[in-house]
């Protein structure tokens, strides 16, 4: 883009499907933040949250704990879950996250998601998406609990009373579901799952780089190509070695 030219065209758009049960999507979330911290167009981009389910079919509390969830749902052992957990804790501690699996509570994420669709309307849903991603591996937050959800919201600067009448009437349920169908349509088949411009998908908690490389070619496509006019490159001009005379 020509420096000083105005934008052509809206704001790219960085579509990123994840669940809040998943710990790669907190960890992806910091790795994507990374690569557009000092990007000189960051201006130019806008991130939307989209939903996805890892496991629907979650009860809305579940009675025991992650370890014994995994366990059952993959048919591990137990050690080899609690393996698997203090790698993902090591990798979230490198992007500055403290994951406290041993008080993690197991729960259903769509109410949080509904959550989540009415913070995209009121614009905050970046800040309720850190605060439920933290909430739920950092901080032993019930995910599943309307009261839980209801202080996330508030401290984003969403109403209490519009928080629980949505929550109570399900009126974002339809939005959810639309998100994870969409997810379906694209192939989506884990999560996070990063669209840049709606032409290139990212899979996974990927290294910073790998997500400035996919949003600097996007942007390089969307830049205006400037073509010189058949017949016009030879008349006269200046150039570093002076001017034709």
């Not at 030219?5 to 979330?29: E, L, N």
């Not at 933040?33 to 960051?42: G, K, N, S, V, Y």
């Not at 591996?137 to 519009?162: C, N, Q, S, T």
Request: net charge negative; aromatic share 6%; charged share 25%.
């Amino acid at each position: 883009m020509i420096p000083g030219a105005p934008r052509v065209g809206p704001r790219m758009k960085i579509d990123i499907w994840s669940d809040i049960a998943c710990p790669w999507c907190y960890i992806g979330k910091r790795r994507l933040e990374t690569a557009l911290a000092d990007h000189p167009q960051r201006d130019e981009i806008e991130v939307i949250w989209h939903s996805y389910q890892l496991d629907p079919t979650l009860p809305e509390h579940y009675d025991g704990t992650e370890i014994d969830y995994l366990a059952s749902r993959k048919g591990m052992p137990h050690a080899q879950v609690r393996q698997m957990f203090g790698h993902v804790t090591e990798q979230a501690a490198g992007e500055g996250l403290s994951y406290d699996f041993d008080q993690l509570v197991v729960a259903n994420s769509a109410r949080a998601h509904e959550l989540l669709h009415l913070a995209k309307e009121r614009g905050v849903a970046d800040a309720v998406k850190e605060s439920l991603l933290s909430g739920h591996f950092e901080h032993g937050m019930d995910i599943g609990d309307v009261d839980a959800l209801v202080r996330v919201g508030v401290d984003a600067g969403l109403d209490e009373g519009e928080i629980r009448s949505a929550l109570e009437d399900g009126r974002y349920k339809a939005a959810v579901a639309a998100d994870i169908d969409m997810a379906r349509q694209i192939g989506v088949t884990g999560v996070p799952f990063v669209v840049v411009d709606m032409k290139y998908g990212v899979s996974g908690a990927q290294p910073p780089e790998v997500f400035r490389q996919a949003i600097d070619t996007a942007l390089a496509e969307r830049a205006p190509a400037i073509q010189v006019v058949d017949g016009a490159a030879d008349a006269d001009a200046c150039g570093p070695d002076g001017c034709a005379i």
